[in-house]
């Protein structure tokens, strides 16, 4: 590949309304000139999409003003339901000049998490994420396992595909909660035995609005979203089955808050494992040492 420079003479509009001397200005126009012989001018690259050009507005994030449902209707397992953390945001992309496809949606990761199963003075099962326990990593993909880097591939995102003449309107959002099971019984022994006696889950999420161009990987981040979900129940596993937990401490969750200025994104948040995967299920005893109840995938 090699350039042409071509210098052309302009009379300017000076030398129009005003007498001799006249005035001239000097243009430069560069060409490319490729190795198939084709000349491109510069003046024909396509303008990129910047942040200042994608309007966002409408942006939504809430946690639902409801307590978390405890369900006691299995003699195995006892349930609860969180209420919903929930995100939305009306966007308009500009026009896309190139061939070129960019996908804006929401990508999530968990931050930080605590999630300890109590039984009593015998020991207690915790679901953990042991690279970030160990701070190895500072987040983890809260991906649906198979959109990644995305949260979800449904209401989640929307495509465009280039070159567009005209914007693009449209809705992304998303909603997470929590609807676990928990043994009554400690989980590593035979007896069916409720022995139960308290969950305290205290989990933390960054969730970010991006724009992804997918043959390139810019990312343009438009806002970043954080949010926790902490969940408190005591259980009383003398008592029948449908009366024995009831939840203690807050009943309402704090409400998301949106950075004022945006946060980058981790790497491991990006990409495999999500946290569903990463996750493992440890026995601690109050005597003895830990154990393995369920690996990571």
Same mark, same amino acid.
């Given at each position: 590949?090699?350039?042409?420079?071509?210098?052309? $003479? +302009?009379?300017?509009? =000076?030398?129009?309304?005003?007498?001799?001397?006249?005035?001239?200005?000097?243009? &430069?126009? *560069?060409? %490319?000139?490729?190795?198939?012989?084709?000349?491109?001018?510069?003046?024909?690259?396509?303008?990129?999409?910047?942040?200042?050009?994608?309007?966002?507005?409408?942006?939504?994030?809430?946690?639902?003003?409801?307590?978390?449902?405890?369900?006691?209707?299995?003699?195995?397992?006892?349930?609860?339901?969180?209420?919903?953390?929930?995100?939305?945001?009306?966007?308009?992309?500009?026009?896309?000049?190139?061939?070129?496809?960019?996908?804006?949606?929401?990508?999530?990761?968990?931050?930080?998490?605590?999630?300890?199963?109590?039984?009593?003075?015998?020991?207690?099962?915790?679901?953990?994420?042991?690279?970030?326990?160990?701070? $190895? +990593?500072?987040?983890? =993909?809260?991906?649906?396992?198979?959109?990644?880097?995305?949260?979800?591939?449904? &209401?989640? *995102?929307? %495509?465009?595909?280039?070159?567009?003449?005209?914007?693009?309107?449209?809705?992304?959002?998303?909603?997470?909660?929590?609807?676990?099971?928990?043994?009554?019984?400690?989980?590593?022994?035979?007896?069916?035995?409720?022995?139960?006696?308290?969950?305290?889950?205290?989990?933390?999420?960054?969730?970010?609005?991006?724009?992804?161009?997918?043959?390139?990987?810019?990312?343009?981040?438009?806002?970043?979203?954080?949010?926790?979900?902490?969940?408190?129940?005591?259980?009383?596993?003398?008592?029948?089955?449908?009366?024995?937990?009831?939840?203690?401490?807050?009943?309402?969750?704090?409400?998301?808050?949106?950075?004022?200025?945006?946060?980058?994104?981790?790497?491991?948040?990006?990409?495999?494992?999500?946290?569903?995967?990463?996750?493992?299920?440890?026995?601690?005893?109050?005597?003895?040492?830990?154990?393995?109840?369920?690996?990571?995938?």
């Amino acid at each position: 590949m090699h350039g042409l420079v071509v210098l052309i $003479l +302009v009379e300017t509009q =000076s030398a129009v309304l005003f007498p001799r001397p006249v005035t001239w200005l000097l243009l &430069t126009i *560069t060409f %490319t000139c490729t190795d198939m012989g084709c000349i491109q001018s510069i003046a024909c690259n396509k303008s990129r999409i910047k942040r200042e050009n994608i309007v966002v507005y409408d942006l939504s994030a809430t946690i639902d003003h409801c307590p978390t449902v405890i369900e006691e209707n299995s003699p195995i397992v006892l349930r609860y339901k969180t209420p919903y953390f929930k995100a939305s945001a009306r966007i308009v992309m500009p026009p896309i000049p190139r061939n070129e496809t960019w996908v804006v949606g929401w990508i999530q990761a968990c931050t930080q998490m605590e999630f300890y199963n109590t039984y009593g003075d015998v020991g207690m099962s915790s679901w953990e994420l042991p690279q970030l326990r160990e701070g $190895l +990593v500072r987040a983890i =993909s809260d991906s649906d396992g198979v959109s990644y880097p995305w949260y979800g591939n449904t &209401t989640e *995102t929307v %495509t465009i595909v280039g070159p567009t003449s005209k914007p693009s309107r449209f809705i992304v959002s998303m909603n997470d909660n929590f609807y676990p099971s928990v043994t009554w019984a400690v989980p590593v022994s035979e007896s069916n035995t409720p022995l139960l006696t308290n969950i305290k889950r205290d989990q933390s999420f960054t969730t970010w609005l991006v724009a992804l161009n997918t043959t390139s990987r810019e990312k343009i981040l438009l806002h970043t979203i954080k949010w926790r979900m902490r969940v408190d129940i005591a259980v009383d596993p003398s008592l029948p089955l449908g009366s024995r937990a009831r939840l203690v401490g807050r009943v309402h969750q704090d409400q998301p808050r949106v950075l004022t200025r945006m946060e980058p994104i981790p790497p491991n948040a990006m990409g495999r494992p999500n946290a569903n995967d990463a996750q493992v299920l440890m026995w601690r005893p109050r005597r003895g040492p830990p154990l393995v109840v369920i690996p990571p995938k």
